[in-house]
T-cell receptor
Framework: AQKVTQAQTEISVVEKEDVTLDCVYE???????LFWYKQPPSGELVFLIR??????QNEISGRYSWNFQKSTSSFNFTITASQVVDSAVYFC?????????????FGTGTRLKVLA | DSGVTQTPKHLITATGQRVTLRCSPR?????VYWYQQSLDQGLQFLIQ???????AKGNILERFSAQQFPDLHSELNLSSLELGDSALYFC?????????????FGSGTRLTVV
């Protein structure tokens, strides 16, 4: 079975603090893809990053960084020096080929509130 | 602008009615996915079409149906609407049938059933 768990329902931080959003996934497939999406208060879903299962290199993009660890089935997302504009719901997602079809599963999301 | 167009943006209708949501994928994308986002359910996958054919099915109710047309736009039909169908409905598109390259989401249609 495939599953994505975002155990943190809501996180509040003060501006300029660093914050890490956790994502734990389950899949039996050896080839899969992991994603993070951002949903700001305006409602749209914005693609942030994609990582395939064969690439465990961490990635940094500005204030954002992602830590992919297959050993712990985790794909965590860190925002450094958070800003109020980072306030949003963040979703982790998994795409894998299972039972003859691709399944794309989202976690339940983590609501991040960055306070000024 | 993500390149995925959803219409209408907002829809208010009464219980028992039928509505059609429309999605035009990003240019070049062959797959269209429909998701329902309600307050207590998160993002629920409904259905995927790839190049006109149904590719995968999720938790889509029998009262709901969808199709993808030759020009690749898609419509999601919701009938016999209930209060619980009130949600944000997202369409997403991707170049392939796997979603491996990630989705591009539209801005959603907010459906309110009264």
């Amino acid at each position: 079975a495939q599953k994505v768990t975002q155990a943190q329902t809501e996180i509040s931080v003060v501006e300029k603090e660093d914050v890490t959003l956790d994502c734990v996934y389950e899949t039996r497939d050896t080839t899969y893809y992991l994603f993070w999406y951002k949903q700001p208060p305006s409602g749209e879903l914005v693609f942030l990053i994609r990582r395939n299962s064969f690439d465990e290199q961490n990635e940094i993009s500005g204030r954002y960084s992602w830590n992919f660890q297959k050993s712990t089935s985790s794909f965590n997302f860190t925002i450094t020096a958070s800003q109020v504009v980072d306030s949003a719901v963040y979703f982790c997602a998994l795409s894998a080929f299972t039972s003859g079809t691709y399944k794309y599963i989202f976690g339940t999301g983590t609501r991040l509130k960055v306070l000024a | 602008d993500s390149g995925v167009t959803q219409t209408p943006k907002h829809l208010i209708t009464a219980t028992g009615q039928r509505v059609t949501l429309r999605c035009s994928p990003r240019s070049g994308d062959l797959s269209v996915y429909w998701y329902q986002q309600s307050l207590d359910q998160g993002l629920q996958f409904l259905i995927q079409y790839y190049n006109g054919e149904e590719r995968a099915k999720g938790n889509i109710l029998e009262r709901f149906s969808a199709q993808q047309f030759p020009d690749l736009h898609s419509e999601l039909n919701l009938s016999s609407l209930e209060l619980g169908d009130s949600a944000l409905y997202f369409c997403a598109s991707s170049p392939t049938g796997t979603g491996a390259l990630g989705y591009t989401f539209g801005s959603g249609t907010r459906l309110t059933v009264v």
